[in-house]
């Protein structure tokens, strides 16, 4: 149970410090502009690798079904503009995948 | 790439009737709209909250300590890499140090965040930061950026994540097998979500090359450095760039 109370307090802080103290501060525009570009950033640091890497160590795969999915869906997801259709949309194609 | 101008409607549609009495029934509506927006998160969750389950008892976790990791820990990456770390039997405190350095990335999440929520009430934003997530965050970050989004709504979105992931969890530690693993592409919905959310994230050219730039970086990381590390080098780097690009080439 130490290791769960532990996790637990390292993961809370990380989450919880910036938003009781960012929040009661003006901040300079540097880091605001900076702020406003790091979900851009974040998500698409956390996603591209899981699209074209593959492995443990990771080595570049392009040839994987995830990639190949992730276009079509994209493309839906720019003109549909809905959260849960591309969802739905994305889990039918590579569900379609699969069965290739 | 020109976002839609309403975009909330899309994702979640509020009848007309409902929109009038909004203020009215404030509460109510928050409910609603944090729920509605929770769903794909959901949808992604369960099946991991499920393989989690699973693999956490066969690590030798009961039920209650599943859920109790879940309540506790909430963080999916984290909580599997604990559990393989506890299977290899290693200390206490290198689980604990790796759930840090696993877990940092969502202080950057957090910090952007903040820009939304000035002056908010400090209790309800304890609440609400024990729920930021990957997934959370997109979500929450997106409707914020509508400005059609409250904290109140916010906090449901996440408590509606949390219970989902609670529950699979703990499911899954009394039999992972009720659901078929892999069916009808359940694996694809976390991916296909971060797809849409990236979409609209990108709402100029600067954004579009921040996230590229993010994107190369990050895959390149990946491949040599081993971890997670690769997520928050990339994406401050990137953010930096990003920047430096609007301050020296556009103004």
């Given amino acids: 149970m130490a290791v769960v109370m532990g996790m637990g307090l ?43 890497t593959s492995g443990v160590p990771r080595s570049l795969d392009l040839l994987r079904p995830e990639l190949a ?32 | ?39 794909p998160i959901c949808l992604g969750y369960a099946p991991i909250g499920l393989a989690f389950g699973v693999l956490a008892q066969k690590a030798g976790l009961t039920p209650v300590e599943i859920g109790l990791m879940s309540v506790i820990v909430f963080a999916g990456s984290s909580q599997f890499i604990a559990v393989s770390m506890l299977a290899a039997g290693a200390s206490t405190a290198a689980i604990v140090a790796t759930a840090f350095v696993v877990n940092l990335r969502h202080f950057l999440m957090s910090s952007a965040l903040a820009v939304y929520l000035k002056n908010s009430d400090r209790k309800k934003l304890t609440f609400f930061s024990y729920g930021v997530t990957d997934e ?19 906090l449901v979105t996440n408590y509606t994540a949390n219970i989902t992931w609670i529950i699979t969890t703990v499911l899954g530690g009394f039999s992972g097998q ?28 600067l954004y579009i090359v921040t996230a590229v730039i993010a994107g190369i970086l990050a895959v390149v990381l990946s491949i040599f450095i081993p971890g997670n590390s690769y997520i928050v080098i990339a994406s401050m780097t990137a953010a930096a760039l990003g920047v430096l690009i609007k301050r020296k080439l556009l103004h």
Avoid at chain 1, 70 to 99: D, E, N, R
Avoid at chain 2, 136 to 143: D, E, G, I, K, P
């Fill in chain 2, 1 to 39: 790439m020109q976002r839609g101008s309403s975009l909330g409607m899309h994702i979640y549609f509020i009848p007309r009737e409902l929109k009038k009495n909004m203020n009215q029934s404030n509460q109510k509506s928050a409910l609603k709209r944090g729920a509605a927006a929770a769903w």
């Fill in chain 1, 10 to 52: 390292v993961t809370f802080l990380p989450r919880w410090l910036p938003l009781v103290y960012l929040t009661k501060r003006n901040l300079p525009a540097w880091l605001v502009e900076w702020l406003d570009l790091i979900p851009a950033a974040i998500l698409s640091a956390l996603l591209l690798p899981e699209l074209v």
């Fill in chain 2, 136 to 154: 959370s965050f997109a979500v929450n970050l997106t409707r914020f950026r509508e400005s059609a989004w409250d904290l109140n709504s916010a």
């Fill in chain 1, 69 to 100: 999915v992730a276009v079509p869906t994209f493309l839906f997801a720019i003109f549909s503009k809905s959260l849960g259709a591309t969802v739905i949309t994305g889990m039918l194609l590579y569900w379609l995948a699969g069965k290739l």
């Fill in chain 2, 178 to 205: 009720f659901i078929p693993a892999h069916a009808l592409g359940i694996d694809y919905a976390l991916v296909a979500m971060f797809i849409c959310l990236i979409v609209f994230q990108l709402r100029g050219a």
